[in-house]
């Protein structure tokens, strides 16, 4: 069926196969069938396995269809060719769970794979503006202030809270492959929370800290995907109750979660925080020798050899925003290094950091009334700062996300600082290489207190606030697509 004239196949004749009884081209019994094997050979309907097979008595076996109205009975929009339900098209293909046939090269709710949604166009089987809407079907309720964490080929988000500020201590995971969402486990699961922090370890979620309306906690959970089951965390040793903390994974040959820093919703901003080993269930401390000032909402990344910790907001006053940082080395007994304040940004909170594998960068924040619309690089190697460019960087903002995905610094969301802050639905993607920045397509709801992961090597985002309410949606970007 080549040429143009092959577009469509035959509606074919009821008897389509029947007419050719020795023909080897057609489906092999059961086909279409939801039972076992299907019996050969057959002579009536009720040999074939049910609920969707039918018997063609002319060649003796069990075929999906015989006739159109099979197909429109199991398949709408496919027609009866050979015994099995096609599409008409040769360059269409059946999408089950949305029920419909879909051009995968050119279609927009089925770019590429079945159920994969581009918010622009379709083209080669790719969304033209590097924008995937994450599906809403089985997604877990609208949140913001939740934590997420991403693997090669899911995001997994939990907690958070719902609207009416309801902490809450459900969750889902995102299969980026499947485009499917599946409820977490709600046995053994952590206390309802909101502003937790949480790691990916390779194989496990670890949740610790947060605020369960407004008492901090200071328990925690670990989340196993494959299995779909959480395991409590010792309180023995842990740090006393917090939010506004910071959580690393500081991976092989140490393989422990380093908990650092936060407050304690009344007045006391902590320098201190713990190590937690997931293999022994136990708690170590981390050391109070020449820490920096205790602070919250500071960033934190682990550089492979030491947790690095900036900014933040701290103690001493109303107004107290900082400037500084230090590198703690867990290796026993555990040390810190502060580091240059030379070329280092302005003092700030909320900062959004990430780690390129090699230096930090940070970006945006607020130091009181002040948003900020720069950034700077830090090399733990060099102790040395640079200042990212200004020139195309996204709008001053806080409350924002930035992941460090496909070799690029991506910065998306967040909110200004107006009396009635408005949230943004633009971001910005940043080359280290050549220290510029290029603008990014709009396309998700703006929102800020969502969260942004890498999966596989694409940004995803999801939930958060859009000003009035949380919302369920998300936005799966390619960072490829912005040449």
């Known amino acids: 069926m080549g040429g143009t004239a092959a577009l469509v196949l035959l509606a074919g004749c009821p008897d389509s196969l029947t007419l050719d009884p020795v023909s080897s081209s057609g489906?092999?019994?059961?086909?279409?069938?939801?039972?076992?094997?299907?019996?050969?050979?057959?002579?009536?309907?009720?040999?074939?396995?049910?609920?969707?097979?039918?018997?063609?008595?002319?060649?003796?076996?069990?075929?999906?269809?015989?006739?159109?109205?099979?197909?429109?009975?199991?398949?709408?929009?496919?027609v009866c060719s050979q015994g099995a339900c096609a599409c008409p098209t040769i360059t269409d293909e059946y999408c089950a769970g949305s029920m419909r046939c879909a051009n995968k090269m050119t279609s927009v709710t089925d770019c590429g794979a079945c159920g994969h949604e581009c918010y622009g166009a379709?083209?080669?089987?790719?969304?033209?503006?590097?924008?995937?809407?994450?599906?809403?079907?089985?997604?877990?309720?609208?949140r913001g202030n939740h934590v997420a964490v991403g693997t090669d080929t899911q995001m997994i988000v939990w907690g958070g809270l719902l609207q009416g500020n309801v902490p809450t201590s459900t969750g889902g995971v995102l299969d980026l492959v499947t485009g499917t969402w599946t409820k977490t486990?709600?046995?053994?699961?952590?206390?309802?929370?909101?502003?937790?922090?949480?790691?990916?370890?390779?194989?496990?979620?670890?949740?610790?800290?947060?605020?369960n309306g407004p008492t901090p906690v200071g328990t925690g959970g670990v989340y196993n995907p494959t299995t779909n089951t959480w395991t409590p965390m010792s309180n023995v040793g842990a740090p006393v109750p917090r939010y506004g903390h910071s959580m690393v994974w500081a991976g092989p040959p140490i393989s422990k979660v380093l908990v650092w820093g936060g407050h304690d919703?009344?007045?006391?901003f902590y320098g201190?925080?713990?190590?937690?080993?997931?293999?022994?269930d136990t708690w170590a401390p981390i050391s109070t020798v020449s820490p920096p000032l205790g602070r919250m909402d500071h960033a934190a990344v682990w550089t492979g050899q030491a947790m690095l910790v900036w900014g933040g907001y701290g103690p001493n006053g109303q107004d107290n925003f900082l400037g500084d940082g230090a590198l703690y080395n867990p290796s026993e007994p555990g040390t810190w290094t502060p580091i240059t304040l030379n070329g280092a940004p302005t003092a700030r909170t909320?900062?959004?950091?990430?780690?390129?594998g090699t230096e930090l960068i940070v970006w945006g924040g607020a130091a009181s009334a002040n948003l900020f619309a720069d950034g700077a690089r830090y090399v733990p190697m060099t102790d040395a700062w640079t200042l990212t460019a200004t020139d195309g960087a996204p709008e001053a903002r806080q409350y924002h996300t930035a992941v460090w995905v496909g070799g690029r610094y991506v910065v998306w969301g967040g909110q200004n600082g107006a009396p009635t802050p408005v949230p943004f639905n633009s971001g910005a993607i940043f080359d280290p290489t050549n220290n510029k920045w290029k603008a990014m397509p709009t396309a998700p709801q703006a929102r800020a207190h969502h969260t942004a992961v890498?999966?596989?090597?694409?940004?995803?985002?999801?939930?958060?606030?859009?000003g009035s309410a949380f919302v369920d949606t998300g936005g799966v970007f390619d960072p490829s697509a912005v040449q």
């Open 350 to 356: 909320r900062p959004a950091g990430a780690w390129t």
């Open 27 to 78: 489906p092999a019994g059961g086909t279409g069938g939801s039972g076992g094997s299907a019996p050969i050979p057959c002579s009536s309907n009720t040999d074939c396995p049910a609920p969707t097979a039918v018997c063609d008595t002319v060649r003796n076996v069990c075929v999906e269809c015989l006739e159109v109205a099979h197909c429109s009975e199991t398949k709408p929009g496919t």
């Open 454 to 466: 890498d999966v596989g090597g694409k940004m995803v985002i999801w939930g958060g606030s859009n």
């Open 272 to 280: 201190d925080g713990a190590t937690y080993d997931i293999a022994s």
């Open 122 to 142: 379709c083209n080669e089987g790719k969304c033209a503006d590097g924008w995937e809407r994450t599906p809403t079907k089985n997604a877990p309720a609208a």
């Open 185 to 211: 486990s709600e046995s053994n699961v952590p206390v309802a929370r909101s502003h937790a922090r949480a790691v990916w370890t390779g194989t496990q979620m670890v949740v610790w800290g947060g605020l």
């Open 265 to 268: 919703a009344v007045a006391n």
